[in-house]
């Protein structure tokens, strides 16, 4: 069976998008948590994650003797996965066109957007609204991030009809799952259709599960201020 590491739901961004996909198409796995008490190489996260995985970070896919780390990666991995053992699900688009572009999307995402990474980490048990109200007017770079997504989001609906970004739930949609929490925890403006899109994943099983593990988990970091407890 598949076996995925991951870090504190409310949290780890990373970790979601692949737990996301797997829980969403019915794709059975066991989950490891490596709950974060810190990222330091004393840190019992970082030698857990270490001995699992050469750099010492989550999520990490582990199938066999196989490992596999870097969201990217594993998404790749999962897609292949699902065509010879759950056929009848499309984890990419079946489309030669819109797969290419959901996988542009996701690049984008996997490189980009540092501003709002960075000025609204993700903690979804939060209501934020002052604090993304006062980024977006102190930070240029997380307003043209912002204003990026949304363009991206209403192109890519436009093209499909929806009611995802590619029709069907795909990997994209779960690879701007969590970029959906910093929106709604931070409460940054967004048109209609595309709150109307937000509330559709939030919505989905696969996020649905993930929000409800981080409303439920009982340790939260209380050390460091990307991930300090927000009431």
């Not at 995802?164 to 970029?179: E, N, Q, T």
């Amino acid at each position: 069976m598949l076996k995925l590491a991951i870090g504190n739901k409310n949290y780890s961004s990373w970790s979601m998008r692949p737990w996301v996909l797997l829980r969403q198409f019915g794709i059975p796995f066991e989950e490891v948590m490596l709950r974060f008490d810190g990222f330091g190489p004393e840190s019992r996260f970082k030698q857990a994650a270490t001995r699992l995985s050469p750099v010492g970070k989550v999520p990490v896919l582990l199938h066999g003797d196989l490992v596999v780390w870097d969201t990217l990666a594993i998404a790749e991995y999962l897609a292949e996965y699902a065509a010879e053992h759950f056929p009848e699900h499309a984890l990419w688009p079946r489309d030669q066109a819109a797969r290419a572009r959901a996988r542009s999307l996701c690049a984008e995402m996997h490189s980009g957007f540092g501003a709002l990474r960075s000025a609204c980490p993700m903690n979804i048990e939060a209501a934020l609204p002052e604090v993304g109200a006062r980024v977006l007017a102190e930070q240029p770079g997380v307003a043209t991030d912002l204003a990026r997504i949304v363009t991206m989001w209403r192109d890519a609906l436009a093209a499909s009809a929806g009611p995802f970004l590619f029709g069907s739930f795909s990997i994209a949609d779960a690879y701007y799952a969590p970029v959906v929490a910093r929106l709604r925890s931070y409460a940054l403006p967004v048109p209609a259709e595309v709150a109307a899109y937000m509330d559709r994943v939030w919505a989905s099983p696969g996020v649905a599960a993930w929000v409800q593990g981080a409303l439920a988990e009982a340790e939260y970091l209380d050390f460091e201020e990307p991930y300090r407890r927000h009431r």
